[in-house]
């Protein structure tokens, strides 16, 4: 069972539960989604007569199979289950759609009834960990879901106006510095994993990992670079006071919206300076700068001290720009930017890697620092982690790594044929770039780049 | 007590009214109230103990309204549906707070106890998790056992029909159920536009903007859904059915969903459109790929550059990554070497830079934030920071904080005076006490720190260390004290005089010491009334004050102590006479020694005298050593002082 399959199920049962705290029972949506989740988790039922979903830690599991993927895809699912004491869920087929609801109303915390003797059925098999087969890449998922615990916590701090404290965010960086100083290639292909409903959070963490890997290019030690992490980490904080509304307007935003926008550096900024415990200097910094551009535009406008465009005491301004940005932020800048253009945001499709690094590379000395963008370059190579390309047969492959560190030598694994069939469990083959004819979107072949996690590893070693 | 009835019962003409007014001002003052002290609450350690909290529960008990339930917003308070501006940071800190838990009302059933107000905001103020796991903290507020205060859920305030739910009628869900699959959904709308690509993208467009427009304003997450499935499907469709379609929402493409639906896609993608769509079109696409750019919204800088070369959007996606691939083999494809590499090396910044950096970054959003409630946000994270690195004892960066804002301030004139009030309301008893500590520890790595941190912050702390030194019985925390208040004085001692009228003695002594530190001689005045003072301790200090003012010019007063009515002063003015030069002093000394008939006092006299030694006061001593026949008891007493002393060897 491939987290693809399982895929469907899990988003079945997330939007099922989403319906049945937003419409009232029998209500006609709610019906169509309970049985749209019955018959997807009938289908990965299939033969068996039931399927068994488990919740290990940071693991979901559909049966003995690890869902490495979907765990952090659907991290904020899981961790509602958690939170309402589901270790596992049995669905046993034929699967009514009113257990589906009754399990979805518990799962959103409508009803405390807890689904027994039904076809679906809570904790009836709970696997230990023993019982699992222990997942490779274990850890660095681990550092991930942890990662986004924090930003979630600090969230909620920021949300209603107490401070947080940065130990926990230290503890996060940790956790992740060490799994991508021990795991490069598959930290960079982790990286891709999205998710549009809580965008912040992921993007943070992606451009934490993304900025790591390239602090570590640039020569940072240990301690330079877990400064740099939590910069990085909470470089988008000030986005969390932004309403809805604004942050998942779909088209670009003006007037007061859009001021609103421009004003999440300086309110990361001050939620980092408030922060207790130590670490928030350069943090601060990463948050308040990472939009100024190189050549002193972008926002804010940085060198001001009366915020009137010219000094307190009636010199002119002069705009803060290239080196006189911090270093960190010049960095981040970069990581932020290839993060967010590789993802689906509400005001935009998602691009393919190989654009992101284009726009980069088109803002060398304008819009970013030229040495890191040679740098983001040389550590993603001509085909980042993540891409899919489509090979002059036909076939899809994905990037799952570089062959020997070398940038222009992408390892990739072959995700459809020539007919254009997913392969069920794709495997590295030998590829020559110049077979490349087109690069494509995760949306448009239907897989995750972070769900061949495995493969980036299985070669690796 | 329950006033609500007796103001206004429902038989009164117009009473509903009446009552409805004084519910809200009421209200109005209760959200002040509760604001003042929940601000102190996070402020202080001992909130019960300051006069703002104390006032707060005094206010509330004076109320005389209840029960008065208080509704709560996202960030804000209401009364009966009507929203109460809020004035103080610490009532928009608790509303925002009492959301966050999910709280829908407040309720004030009586006075609220200091003890009531405490268990409520420290309910409110704990780990949320926690709070949710007692059932939140309505529950935790019931289980204490309050009767003055009451917590009321959000969902125990609505009202059935108030419940929130988006209003999309069946057509959009139905719509939004088929658009789950955009292939199938596509393949929908081709088949029901008999495969005419024309009639796809008028009845594309009008599906789109009906749906859009069914939508209710708030539901922005089903806008974004809307959007996101006919983009999604619009990629499924035939390129002959795109190029129609994309020249349709061109047409409209300054009405906001049409904007919606164009700004979804990437440059390269509407690029592969551009080169076949008609001249009107293209325009169209080229103006607003330039709005596009100019609103700034993160939109792909190479947009416009695109629209205008690229005709093959494929060949321009290959493009890219043969130009990255000459960049990755210009560097030899050696990842470790490089101009660039080197360059980046160099810059790797310094540790020690941190806090800089950091400071910065405080100084630059002081510049930036100009309304009111930011400005004060900022303020506190100021102080914040300077009090936690007192707390934890780095003194030399709370230095840094407090100079680095308050030397060359990032801030106009008219803000300068708030750092200044921040700084004051930052100096808690608390802190001060640490920073005294400090003080003792001579020779300590704090020490100096201290010290000049109190120097720093002069002005502000000035009244506070004023009283806590009038408080300090330890003789060397006293005399640090002086010192500290003494160097503040120097700069500005303007805070001090305010002291000098004070109705405590040794208030105004401690004072009077001070002032002889500062070294400003405009205070010399000041300090010269304080010679009138009933309290002789309080004459000897500013005598002891005034040299150091005055230099030579203060002799006249130090000459004056020596006819002071009580001995400590003319001790005090005869000991700082025994070294002057001043040619008054040794008439002003053989005066002084005719007019005494104390023995103690002649001796110290004549030992003052015979230091000095000049032939005048030689001769002085000698005419009343001389003297043959004294007719009073202290006539004698002087000739037998000056005989003594004009015996002793020289």
Redesign the interface.
Same mark, same amino acid.
């Given at each position: 069972m491939s987290d693809i399959s399982a895929h469907g199920l899990l988003a079945a049962v997330r939007r099922a539960v989403r319906d049945v705290g937003?419409?009232?029972a029998g209500h006609? @949506?709610t019906v &169509?989604t309970l049985d749209a989740c019955a018959a997807a988790a009938e289908d990965v039922a299939v033969g068996a007569g039931e399927v068994v979903l488990t919740l290990v830690g940071d693991a979901l599991y559909l049966d003995r199979n690890l869902l490495g993927h979907a765990s952090l895809e659907y991290n904020g699912l899981m961790r509602e289950m958690q939170q309402r004491g589901i270790d596992s869920i049995t669905f046993i087929v034929p699967v009514m759609p009113a257990d589906v609801g009754d399990l979805a109303a518990f799962i959103a915390g409508v009803s405390d009834d807890v689904p027994a003797g039904s076809t679906v059925r809570l904790n009836e098999r709970p696997l230990t960990l023993t019982e699992l087969p222990s997942p490779e890449l274990a850890g660095l998922r681990s550092s991930y879901a942890g990662s986004l615990d924090v930003l979630r916590a600090i969230g909620?701090a920021v949300? /209603?106006?107490?401070?947080f404290g940065m130990g926990a965010v230290a503890d996060a960086v940790e956790s992740l510095l060490g799994q991508t100083l021990e795991q490069p290639g598959a930290s960079l292909l982790l990286s891709t994993v999205k998710s549009h409903d809580e965008y912040t959070f992921y993007h943070s963490v992606n451009t934490c990992i993304l900025s790591l890997a390239m602090g570590r290019? *640039?020569?940072?030690d240990e &301690? #330079?670079l877990r400064?740099l992490g939590a910069g990085a980490l909470l470089h988008d904080i000030g986005k969390i006071g932004v309403p809805?509304?604004v942050l #998942?307007? +779909?088209?670009?935003?003006?007037g007061h919206d859009?001021e609103l926008?421009k004003r999440h550096p300086?309110e990361g900024?001050?939620s980092i300076?408030?922060a /207790?415990g130590a670490g928030? &200097? *350069?943090a601060?910094?990463i948050a308040?700068e990472h939009h100024a551009r190189f050549d002193g535009s972008g926002y +804010?406008?940085?060198?001001?001290?009366?915020?009137h465009g010219h000094g307190?005491n009636g010199h002119e301004h002069k705009p803060r720009s290239g080196?006189d940005l911090?270093?960190?932020s010049r960095l981040v800048s970069i990581s932020d930017t290839y993060d967010?253009?590789t993802t689906r945001r509400?005001? #935009? #499709?998602? &691009?393919?890697p @190989?654009?992101a690094?284009?726009?980069i590379?088109?803002?060398a000395a304008t /819009?970013y620092d +030229?040495?890191?963008v040679?740098?983001f370059?040389?550590?993603m190579? *001509?085909?980042p982690p993540g891409s899919l390309l489509q090979l002059r047969g036909g076939e899809v492959v994905m990037v799952i790594g570089q062959e020997d560190?070398? +940038?222009?030598r992408p390892k990739v694994a072959l995700v459809k044929d020539r007919m254009g069939s997913a392969i069920p469990e794709p495997e590295p083959i030998d590829f020559a770039?110049d077979q490349? *004819?087109?690069?494509l979107l995760p949306?448009?072949v239907g897989i995750d780049p972070a769900s061949l996690l495995e493969l980036a590893v299985v070669d690796a070693a | 007590m329950t006033a609500k009835p007796a103001v206004a019962g429902p038989s009164t003409p117009g009473g509903e009214e009446v009552a409805e007014d004084l519910g809200r001002a009421a209200a109005i003052e209760a959200i002040d109230a509760l604001g003042a002290a929940f601000g102190t609450y996070l402020l202080y350690p001992n909130p019960e103990g300051q006069l703002i909290y104390q006032r707060s529960v005094e206010r509330l008990a004076e109320l005389g309204y209840w029960p008065l339930p208080i509704g709560i917003g996202a960030g804000f308070f209401h009364y009966e549906d009507e929203r109460i501006s809020i004035e103080r940071d610490g009532a928009e800190r608790l509303a925002k707070l009492l959301f966050v838990h999910d709280i829908g009302e407040i309720r004030l059933n009586s006075a609220v106890p200091v003890e009531d107000l405490a268990v409520v905001f420290e309910i409110l103020t704990s780990d949320e998790e926690m709070v949710q796991d007692g059932g939140g903290a309505h529950v935790l507020v019931e289980m204490s056992g309050l009767a003055s205060i009451r917590l009321v859920h959000r969902f125990a305030t609505l009202e059935p029909e108030d419940e929130v739910e988006p209003d999309r009628d069946d057509r959009v869900d139905r719509l939004l159920e088929l658009a789950a699959d955009p292939e199938r959904f596509a393949a929908v709308l081709v088949e029901e536009a008999g495969n005419d690509p024309l009639r796809l993208a008028e009845r594309f467009v009008s599906w789109y903007l009906e749906i859009y427009e069914r939508l209710d304003g708030n539901d922005v997450a089903g806008r974004e859904e809307v959007v996101r499935a006919f983009v999604e499907a619009f990629f499924y469709l035939p390129q002959a059915f795109q190029v129609p379609l994309v020249a349709r929402f061109l047409e409209s493409k300054d009405d906001k969903p049409c904007q919606n639906f164009l700004d979804q896609f990437s440059g390269h993608e509407l690029a592969g459109v551009a080169p076949q769509l008609d001249g009107d079109s293209r325009e169209r696409l080229m103006s607003y790929a330039r709005v596009a750019l100019d609103t700034a919204d993160g939109r792909p800088e190479e947009l416009l550059a695109l629209l205008q070369s690229a005709s093959e959007v494929k060949e321009a996606r290959m493009a890219v990554a043969r130009r990255v691939e000459q960049l990755i083999r210009h560097d030899a494809g050696d990842v470790v070497s490089g101009e660039w590499l080197d360059s980046l090396h160099e810059q790797r910044p310094d540790a020690r830079e941190d806090f800089a950096t950091a400071l910065g970054v405080l100084r630059e959003l002081f510049g930036l934030e100009h309304v009111g409630d930011r400005f004060r946000r900022l303020l506190r994270i100021w102080a914040g920071r300077v009090a936690m690195c007192i707390r934890t004892g780095d003194l030399a960066a709370a230095n840094r904080w407090v100079e680095g804002v308050l030397t060359d301030p990032p801030v106009g004139p008219e803000r300068r005076v708030q750092l200044e009030k921040a700084l004051a309301e930052m100096a808690t008893p608390k802190l001060l006490e640490i920073l005294v500590g400090h003080l003792e520890e001579e020779g300590g790595p704090n020490n100096e720190a201290a010290l000049r941190l109190l120097e720093t912050w002069g002005r502000p702390v000035a009244d506070k260390l004023v009283e806590r030194l009038a408080e300090e019985e330890n003789p060397n925390r006293r005399r640090m004290l002086i010192d500290v208040l003494g160097s503040i004085a120097r700069i500005d001692p303007e805070p001090l005089l305010s002291f000098l009228g004070d109705s405590r003695w040794y208030v105004v002594r401690n004072l009077a010491m001070i002032l002889g530190k500062s070294g400003r001689p405009e205070v010399a005045g000041r300090v010269k009334s304080l010679m009138r003072h009933d309290d002789h301790r309080v004459r000897v200090e500013a005598l002891r004050a005034l040299p150091p003012l005055l230099g030579d010019a203060s002799v006249t007063n130090t000459l004056a102590g020596l006819s002071d009515a009580h001995p400590r002063v003319r001790q005090a003015s005869l000991a700082l006479l025994r070294n002057s030069e001043h040619p008054r002093v040794d008439d002003a000394l053989l005066d002084a020694f005719a007019a005494s008939d104390d023995a103690e006092e002649l001796d110290r006299l004549t030992d003052v005298l015979m230091r000095r030694g000049s032939p005048k006061v030689l001769a002085g001593l000698a005419g009343h050593a001389n003297r043959r026949v004294t007719l009073s008891a202290g006539g004698r007493l002087r000739r037998d002082a000056a005989r003594r002393a004009l015996e002793r060897p020289r």
């Open positions: 937003l419409y009232p006609p @949506t &169509e909620v949300r /209603s106006d107490v401070d290019l *640039v020569g940072l &301690e #330079r400064v809805q509304g #998942r307007n +779909p088209g670009r935003l003006q859009w926008i300086q900024a001050q300076l408030a /207790s928030q &200097e *350069v601060s910094a308040f +804010p406008k940085l060198g001001h001290s009366d915020g307190h080196r911090h270093f960190f967010a253009i509400s005001y #935009r #499709r998602a &691009e393919t @190989t654009r690094l284009n726009v590379l088109n803002g /819009s +030229p040495d890191f040679k740098a370059i040389h550590l190579g *001509v085909y560190g070398d +940038p222009h770039p490349v *004819v087109d690069q949306d448009r | -």
